[in-house]
Nanobody
Framework: QVQLVESGGGSVQAGGSLRLSCAASGYTYSSNCMAWFRQAPGKEREGVAAMNTGGVSTYFADSVKGRFTISQDNAKNTLYLQMNSLKPEDTAIYYC???????????????????WGQGTQVTVSS
């Protein structure tokens, strides 16, 4: 059974940093597509960053480009999201998502991902 477990959320002041982790188990991590989504109160869930864990392709939402980075540790089957220069509008529940293939080419389409974590709260205060 595929399991994704996020950690690393918390509260931080604007301008601060956090690193989220997503520990994956139950499938071959090294040949999959993984992403971070977030959902702010009263808003729809949106894609933030994504990557193909078998290669070097990464994708970022315009709102986080230059501030967030996505990386992996294949030995630990773990995906990371490094978030710098955090803003109050980054406040949301952050979810890790995974699947074998992005058939549509839309890395931030929720329907492309069959496996989801439970989410971790990130709160940025001004």
């Amino acid at each position: 059974q595929v399991q994704l477990v996020e950690s690393g959320g918390g509260s931080v002041q604007a301008g601060g940093s956090l690193r989220l982790s997503c520990a994956a188990s139950g499938y071959t991590y090294s040949s999959n597509c993984m992403a971070w989504f977030r959902q702010a109160p009263g808003k729809e869930r949106e894609g933030v960053a994504a990557m193909n864990t078998g290669g070097v392709s990464t994708y970022f939402a315009d709102s986080v480009k230059g501030r967030f980075t996505i990386s992996q540790d294949n030995a630990k089957n773990t995906l990371y999201l490094q978030m710098n220069s955090l803003k109050p509008e980054d406040t949301a529940i952050y979810y890790c998502a995974a699947d074998v293939w992005i058939s549509s080419g839309s890395w931030f389409a929720e329907y492309e991902y069959n496996y989801w974590g439970q989410g971790t709260q990130v709160t940025v205060s001004s």
